[in-house]
Structure formats: structure tokens, C-alpha cells
């Protein structure tokens, strides 16, 4: 007998065009498994009602019949249905105040919940993500945002050439316009007055990787973090390169106890024993690029005190656009107050009002804070995905839903990321019992 797999549609917002499993791989896994997909009908999914029927798949509006249902973000509490075992982006483990209700009814429907953010190997990495994506989209945007600011400012600047990341039809055609803007700053250099031009990328991981990719299809120099200020040596002089220096964790922080070292994994330990630096760096940088993996336990790396000094005084400081890919809304950086859609996707953080004024100009940074960036590039982030997704469908099919939880079957790497089991939290997620009452 078959199982049915339901694939939901997207309907967080108008923006979400991407898919967990696109339909040439669900058409593989149904003539090599025992499995039938049912899709909901959908006006805006990247791959649209008719890719999935000429691939065979049934398309209709219930997904009542389907005991698993794959999605991508958060479900509404309306359409949550008794027992079923949904997998999708839940954003529940740090315990997020605006999915609990959600989480909530799921528990007590006697849902089953396994979140692809915590589906890792024995190592600890995700085998599951969008992250290179919102690299790349949030690169493109951050780039679009700094061209914005400076043309608010009255500065023209060749960054003006660039359109947000949606405007593209795909990371090719996108990648070429960075590819001419890349022409025109080898040709003509960084606007005059302003260099050195400095990025900052703090994070090494997969959101940043994708960042970088973008960035260094122009003309770059890489430089140490510490050796940032040197740039600025010597008075004026031309700077034909942008520059690129990429914060690790040795960069940001340092023990409390200056007669210590330090140490990564002591750091991850115990990070109330280390301080944060990078407000040290941060006055020299045009551009702060944030793509780290970020909870509460960790230092806050840019701080509104540190802001409302640095714009306070009476020279305009250097730094003008902060790309936060990351997202984390009053997190470690804290002038991301509020996540943003790809509509009006920007916002000047006022420190002095500690206010988000929309648009590009006032005092404090351009904030570029898109809540989904991967969305932004709708058809290679769904393939990426789908194509990891469903290396991990046939475990599903096998796994036994109605035994208890250490004898249902689950491999390891789906075990780890069960929130919720037949309405009980997973073992590893029992302290959530405090965020749901």
C-alpha cells in the first residue's frame, strides 16, 4: 500500500514561490517507492500546477488523505490537521514567541513536527538548507541597498545598475549584472571620496560562503580584519578594489580574562567568559555583511549604546548599509529591529530614536533585513533543496509513526530534528515545555 505525501502551498506571503520538492524528483521517488505526492494548487509556486501533473502527480486542494506533509514555512493554525507529521522550517527551537502558538496546537492535535533546520549528521552539520541562497540574494540586495543609500546621500555611484535580486529571472542573469557592475568599477573605480570601500563579513558558514561568491565577481582585496586600520594609513590615495575581510570567531570576541587564549571550542562552552570586539571594526567599514549563526548565549556583536554614539558626533560615519541575512530581530545585531519583505525591503536605523525610518535616508544605517532571501531566487533554491530533501523521503516511507518515539525507526539525522512526537515533545526539545505552557 502506498503512502500519501502531501506537498502544501506556500501562503506565508506573496514571495514564497519556492517548493520542498520540485516535480521531476517527486516523480522519481513515486516510480521508485511506494509513495503517492498529492500538490496543492498553487497561483504562485515557481514550478506551477501543470509541472506537476505533466510529471504525474496529482494536483488538489485537500491534503486531508496525506498522513505526512512536507512544506517549507510556518503552517497556520487553521490548517493544521489531528496527527499528522509535517516537516518544514518550524523556527520554534529557540523558542520563538510567534510560532509557539502554533507549535501549541500541534502538540495538542497529536502532530508529529521534524524541523529541517535540525535535521544534522553526526558532526552536527545541516544536511538541509536555503543558506548559500540567502547568501546570494542577500549579497545582490546589499549591493542594490549600498547603490540606494550613496544616490539618497547625492553621491553617484555605479551600485545605481543594480535591481533587487527578485527583478532577475535567475542567479545566472543575476550574477551577470554584478559581472557588469564588476566592468564598470574596474574601469572607473569606487566613487571618489569614499574609499576605501570595505565589507565586512562576519561568518564563515554557508550564508556567508554565498555572499562571498557574489561579492568577488568584482574587483576585491582580501585583507585580515586586524589589518583593517591599515587600509587607512598614509592620508588619501587611490583605492581602485573594493575590500573583503571576513570576521571568524577569533576576530570577534576575546576572554574576559586577558591572561587567557582563545580557544573556538571553550568560546561555544562557555560564551559569557568572552567579550565582544567587533565594535572595534565596525567604524571602518562601508558595508557590514551578517551571516552568523546566532542564539541568545552568544555576545551581541553590534549594540544600539555603540550606534548612538558612532552617529552621534558631527561627521557622517563610514558605515552605510548593513545586510543582515541572518535575520535575527534584535539579535546580535541590533539595529535589525524588524524583519522586512522583499516589497520594501529596507529601512534607516535611527539610534538616536531607536526608530526604523522606511526608505534610505536619515542618520543611521541602511538595514537590509529580507525575512525569506532564498525566496528571492525561487527556482535554483528549490532544486538545491529538493534535490537534499529527497535523499531523505525513503527513511519517511519506512519510519513507523504509530510506535513510540525510540522505536518508530527514524534515522538518526531525521530523529534529531523531532520537535514534537504524536503531541509529546522529542527528548531533546523537552525544554520548549516552558515557551508553551
Known sequence: MNT?????????????????????????LADRYPVEFRVQPSTIRVFNDADYRVAGLAVEEGLSP???????????????????????????????????PMLRKMRDLGCTVIDYEKMVDDKGRRVLYFGNYAGHAGMIDTLWTLGKRLEAEGTPNPFTALHPTHHYQSLVEAKEAVGKLSWTLIQQGPPPGLGPL????????????????????????????????????????????????????EDMVRPVDPARSFDLQDFYDRPQDYRPVTEDSVPYLTVLVNGIYWTPKFPKY???????????????????????????????????????DSESPVYVYDPARDAAVPGFEGPGPAV??????????PLESSTYFSGKLKEHVPALLAARFDRPFAECGLPDVLRRAVIV?????????????????
Open 198 to 249: 570595505v565589507f565586512g563579513f562576519f561568518g564563515y558558514g554557508h550564508v556567508s560562503q554565498g555572499a562571498q561568491e557574489i561579492f568577488d565577481i568584482l574587483p576585491v582585496e582580501t585583507v585580515r580584519p586586524v589589518d583593517i586600520p591599515k587600509l587607512f594609513e598614509g592620508g588619501e590615495r587611490s583605492h581602485r578594489n573594493l575590500y573583503k575581510a571576513v570576521f571568524h570567531e
Open 421 to 437: 512526537y504524536r503531541g509529546e515533545l522529542a527528548p531533546d526539545y523537552a525544554y520548549l515545555g516552558q515557551y508553551l505552557g
Open 66 to 100: 496525506c498522513p505526512i506533509i512536507l512544506a517549507l514555512k510556518e503552517i497556520p493554525l487553521e490548517l493544521i490537521e489531528k496527527g499528522k507529521t509535517y516537516l518544514f522550517f518550524s523556527h520554534t527551537a529557540k523558542g520563538q514567541a510567534q510560532n509557539m
Open 368 to 377: 537590509l533585513a529580507v525575512y525569506n532571501l532564498p525566496a528571492e531566487l
Open 302 to 340: 553590534v549594540t544600539k549604546p555603540f550606534l548612538k554614539k558612532l552617529y552621534g558626533g558631527g561627521e557622517r560615519p563610514r558605515l552605510r548599509v548593513v545586510g543582515d541575512i541572518t535575520c535575527d530581530i534584535n539579535g546580535s545585531i541590533e539595529c535589525t529591529v524588524q524583519a522586512t
Open 4 to 28: 500519501k505525501i502531501g506537498i502544501r502551498r506556500e501562503d506565508i506571503n506573496k514571495w514564497e514561490k519556492r517548493v520542498p520538492l520540485i516535480p521531476s524528483h517527486a516523480r522519481e
